[in-house]
């Protein structure tokens, strides 16, 4: 059964600061894996999309990695700002039509 | 563009009540899915579908019934609610598979309260 793990938790960090957070997944045979952002009181919005045959995707600021053989993706977020506080969740594209969520990080970035 | 709008907001329910959580999308997507977020847990998924008249359960089925008679709309019914059923409620839709690399996108979701 394919498991996904966020670590860490949560993370506060001051505003400037270059932010690394963590996804693992147990089950190396994946689509894809996404990340996304979730606002309190909304749904998750899309961020990137790394597909199986990629290293890594970047979009503005944010550059995500994946390593299928460790079973790891990371989410690199440069210069944080405090808009930047949210959750970010990842999931992976596993079975036909489905994907399977980790726990989330809560980022909290002041000012 | 709305997007995926989801209806209501926020809901109270007394054991044993029932009701149906509405989900529309205007992006002509054929694939809907119903997810359950508890407090740090991920979203599990309860029901998805393909498309207009098809529907599979997901890892958390029970206790929930779908329905999908046209492209747009995607409905989810509790016909006993019990305290368990107490979480946040997310419809989300997407173009294609999962595989084919197409990614989701969310309605605002429904905070759902059994008492």
């Known amino acids: 059964k394919q498991e996904v793990t966020q670590i860490p938790a949560a993370l506060s960090v001051p505003e400037g600061e270059n932010l690394v957070l963590n996804c693992s997944f147990t089950d190396s045979a994946i689509y894809n894996l996404q990340w996304f952002r979730q606002d309190p009181g909304k749904g998750l919005t899309s961020l990137l999309l790394i597909q199986s045959s990629q290293r890594e995707q970047t979009s503005g600021r944010l550059n995500a990695s994946l390593d299928k053989s460790s079973g790891r993706s990371t989410l690199y977020i440069a210069a944080s700002q405090p808009g930047d506080s949210a959750t970010y969740l990842c999931a992976v594209g596993r079975s036909a039509d489905k994907l399977i969520f980790g726990t989330g990080t809560r980022l909290q970035v002041f000012p | 563009n709305a997007g995926v709008t989801q209806t209501p907001k926020f809901r109270i329910l007394k054991i044993g009540q029932s009701m149906t959580l509405q989900c529309t999308q205007d992006m002509n997507h054929n694939y809907m899915y119903w997810y359950r977020q508890d407090p740090g847990m991920g979203l599990k998924l309860i029901y998805y579908?393909?498309?207009?008249?098809?529907?599979d359960k997901g890892e958390v089925p029970n206790g929930y019934n779908v329905s999908r008679s046209t492209t747009e709309d995607f409905p989810l019914r509790l016909e006993l609610a019990a305290p368990s059923q107490t979480s946040v409620y997310f419809c989300?839709?997407?173009?294609?598979?999962?595989?084919?690399?197409?990614?989701?996108?969310f309605g605002n979701g429904t905070r759902l309260t059994v008492t």
């Open positions: 989300a839709s997407s173009p294609h598979r999962v595989q084919d690399n197409s990614p989701l996108h």
């Open positions: 579908s393909v498309g207009a008249g098809i529907t």
